[in-house]
């Protein structure tokens, strides 16, 4: 099993920035790929961005790229999404995942999920 426990959401204006973090625990070492993914509200959940753990590849949707950014803290068994040039459009529920298998930006690759955390950009 492992355990994600997103943090740092929040309500910030647009053009603000804002850092996500997820907390991992458990069998970690047994996840292959770590993700973003985000929901707002009356629309599906999206794929935000990913994180290859064996090679720290990093993958984004389109509509992120240059603004968002992940990283990780090994020490920390921590996954980061900093978020900048933040735009109202972003307001969601943002969830971080793992998966075991071979990476995917589909919600199918991602067999453990956090609780999520809420961002709210204010125009």
């Known amino acids: 099993q492992v355990q994600l426990v997103e943090s740092g959401g929040g309500l910030v204006q647009a053009g603000g920035s804002l850092r996500l973090s997820c907390a991992a625990s458990?069998?970690?070492?047994?996840?292959?790929?770590m993700g973003w993914f985000r929901q707002a509200p009356g629309k599906e959940r999206e794929f935000v961005g990913a994180?290859?753990?064996?090679?720290?590849?990093?993958y984004y949707v389109d509509s992120v790229k240059g603004r968002f950014t992940i990283s990780r803290d090994n020490a920390r068994n921590t996954l980061y999404l900093q978020m900048n040039n933040l735009k109202p459009e972003d307001t969601a529920v943002y969830y971080c995942?793992?998966?075991?298998?071979?990476?995917?930006?589909?919600?199918?690759?991602?067999?453990?999920w956090g609780q999520g955390t809420q961002v709210t950009v204010s125009s």
């Open positions: 995942a793992a998966g075991p298998g071979v990476y995917t930006s589909s919600r199918a690759g991602y067999i453990y």
């Open positions: 458990g069998r970690t070492f047994s996840m292959h790929h």
């Open positions: 994180l290859k753990l064996s090679d720290v590849s990093t």
